[in-house]
């Protein structure tokens, strides 16, 4: 059944064919139409603007990646300073780099000899995010991620993705030019990341990805200026977890299409704070830089004992029980 | 490991060249041979720079090439700079190996700090002998130290490489460091690979974070920043875009020769 669905909407689902011929795991998630070996991705953004880089994440244990954002045209994104460390995570302001989709599809051809890649797409408006997604449909994605939340380019992202209108919109349009799952990135920069999550769902998302980045700010006091060159960006890392773990849970309740959990994740431990709350599948990004790319090994490692000693037989049986 | 950021005073500047200085300051955190710093300047960039010291007084040394690297050079004693690492991994050196230390330019101050922790036997090579920087600093450390020119105006009368390739035939090296434009790395990989000589070599790319999060300075599946910026002869051999292409601030493929 499940097998059929992905073949069905996803005509050169070699990658996905492959997969079902592996041994099933337990860690293996289906939601919506898509099976994945493993329960965590590559989050969009982290080392995953060229094909090399998306296949050894693969290869490390990530489930899937999902690509840098790709737009129409390549982007060099904001000057230096775009990234700087701080307690409990990264501010960054990168803007968006990227080589634009038409250079995009020779980096996914050799990711998707890996594993499954999720296309990450940005636009200013729905026609463009419509035109961007039927590429990376084209290009072999399994499924495509909306960027409505990058929270540091003009014009981009939660610029236009704040605004439930909006959303439901470029959902609707993408939804209409693509056979492959619609996924919505939600920001938590918004007074109700529930009611973007609604107009995700109305639009007609498979499912919704919280969160991204919180707006912030780092200061230099003996140079009394903004760091980066962007003057704000975008705070994840550990100290986003609680307030991801927070947006997931909520959109969970309202609801009735799987959430990814996405927001500082670095261990087992807080994956399977993701998968209580209701995460159907979760993505892994700033931990890739502080632990590096094996830490995607040792999480399904982890979450593989920790079902064992609590009894769980599948993923799917974690999801949402915190919420019970 | 946390890599902090740290805004230091300039407590020295040293011109070594018509168009390079070395700028030092105080700062205690713990850094190894080879790796580098990420240098902000306020209002026009933000670039990596290796240390050309690596005590509690650390140093870069900065050849005056662009809007960033000016912008560093006219940085005085007094002024603050706000810097993030160190980062990547730098050299591996055993204590038993009989190490040559190869340079290209102002590469050498990269190797400056391996050199003061081996006193290897070192070449530094240049265009010509205005651009020999950082010998006497050699020196001190070292009781070999041999200099090339392009044009034949100090030392050896032709490039580093060809000047490594004899020394590598009159003595039994166990590994060669080195740490120049990626034309001459690539040769110079290639001479140690002909004398069956280990190499590690410094290597450099358009950064962006520095930290191994942002993907933007891959060489194949390896990011120079965190898995490098030194890189040892099998992870060198394994690198197709070694001396061929880079990428630049949109992702896009370079070729570089």
Redesign the interface.
Known sequence: MISLFITLAHPKGVLLRDLHAVAMGRLEITFGRLRLERPGMLASGIMDETGDSMARMIKSGAGAVVTKSIGLEPRPGHRNPTFTEVEGGYVNAMGLPNPGIELFAEEMEIALRAGPVVGSVFGSNAKDFAVLSARMEDCGACAVELNLSCPHAEGYGAEIGSDPKNVRSIVSAVKSSVDIPVWAKLTPNTSSIVELGRAAEDGGAEAVVAINTLKAMVISAELRKPVLSNRFGGLSGPAIKPVGVRAVYDLRGALSIPVVGVGGISNWRDAAEYLLAGASAFQVGSAVGTKGPKVFGEINRGLEMFMSDHGYGSIAEMVGVARE | ?????E?VKIIGKMRESKDTYTLEFKWDAPAVPGQFV?V?I??V???PMSLSRIGKIKAITVKGIGEASNAINDLQVGD?V?L?GPYGNGFSIKKSKKVLAVAGGVGVAALIPAIKETGCDTIIGARCEGEIILDDVARKYSKSVWTSTDDGSRGFHGNAVQLAKKKMALRDYDLVIGCGPEVMLYFLHEACKENDVECQLSLERFM?????????C?M??L?VC?DGPVFGTEELDGLSDFGTRK???????VDLR
């Open positions: 490991m946390l890599h902090v950021s805004t990420m902000w306020p209002g960039d933000e670039v603050y706000r993030r962006k974070c520095g930290a191994g999060v942002c993907g933007c891959m194949d599946r990011r965190k990428r630049d601030e949109c992702g896009r493929i």
